[in-house]
């Protein structure tokens, strides 16, 4: 099976290229500059910087599945007329623009990796794939309007498409608030953290459990336009989080308490209000559909994905 993949620098793509190697995947990249350091059995396309009218149609010749991860996550100059715009400019346009030369050229189905933030900022129980969505910020809003064009397209077309909403990411490199966990807890000296009394509750996924999800959607006829919330199942406080990291690492970590209003409030002066949001208020998945339909279960527990990333950093 020919798989065209995108974002195949990012954080996610380095392992979920070595799996679809692993399992005789034929697989193309569409990259803004070409990468030395790939395969040469990877075919890349290169197309320079990424607008809404680029023509896909060469690296989409033959193509089976496309997987859709490349996506803006930041606006550096948020002081822009229009942050959503930015965001729409690679989260929606690019991606509608993919998936419609994709359709014209006989692509079976289209995985798109969306986020969670879709359905919301926070929770006080778990969220379910038939919720309402409630994007808060431009980022949200940009993928959800994405994934609103990508049906609306399967709905005319013969295109499937298969939406993957996880929650936050972690694995060797992690980036975002879980890479600052990490450098939190292995600084040179313990730093004292006023996070010891955070009383929230989060749903992660391993990159491990993310990249197996993925591969399992390529093919399988049951995940034909579908949205999938996707978790390990073992949700845990900010606290029980930095001290599993620790005890992974062999680390000592200081965790004083401090209210968390006060931390948000302070995040706020310093432009990182959304970060502390994120990292203290609680955010749960039940990804039962995905276990349920797909019969889908996380291939990696917790502290087998924190020790991968110990001995990988070592």
């Given amino acids: 099976m020919k798989i065209l993949l995108t974002g195949a620098t990012g954080f996610i793509s380095k392992e979920l290229i070595q799996e679809l190697l692993n399992k005789d995947f ?27 009218d680029i023509d896909y149609s060469n690296a989409l010749t033959g193509i089976d599945c496309v997987i859709h991860l490349a996506g803006k996550a930041h606006v550096v100059d948020k002081t822009r007329a229009s942050v959503l715009d930015e965001f729409r400019l690679i989260n929606t346009d690019l991606t509608l623009n993919l998936a419609r030369q994709a359709a014209t050229a006989g692509v079976k189905r289209f995985i798109f990796l969306s986020s969670i933030r879709v359905d919301g900022n926070q929770n006080s129980k778990p969220f379910l794939e038939s919720d309402a969505s409630n994007p808060q910020e431009p980022y949200a809003i940009s993928k959800h309007e994405a ?3 990508l049906f609306k397209l399967a709905e005319r077309t013969d295109l499937e498409v298969v939406i993957i909403r996880p929650p936050l990411v972690y694995g060797v490199n992690a980036p975002g608030n879980f890479g600052r966990l990490l450098h939190w807890v292995n600084a040179k000296y313990p730093i004292p953290l006023p996070f010891g009394s955070i009383n929230n509750s989060r749903s992660l996924v391993a990159l491990d459990n993310l990249v197996d999800f993925i591969i399992l959607c390529i093919s399988h006829k049951k995940a034909a336009n579908e949205v999938f919330l996707i978790s390990d199942r073992e949700d845990l406080s900010t606290t029980q989080l ?60 917790m502290d087998e994905q924190l020790l991968k990333i110990a001995k990988a950093q070592k």
Avoid: C, Y
């Fill in 26 to 52: 034929e697989l193309s990249t569409i990259l803004r500059n070409r990468v030395d350091h790939f395969p040469n059995k990877i075919k890349q396309f290169v197309v320079g910087d990424f607008t809404r």
């Fill in 147 to 149: 994934e609103q064009g």
């Fill in 242 to 301: 930095l001290r599993k990291i620790a005890n992974t690492f062999d680390k000592k970590v200081f965790l004083l308490s401090a209210p968390v209003g006060l931390m948000i409030f302070m995040a706020g002066l310093l432009g990182r209000k959304a970060d502390a949001t994120r990292l203290f208020s609680s955010l749960q998945v039940d990804s039962s559909k995905a276990k349920e339909l797909l019969n889908w279960n996380p291939k990696i527990t």
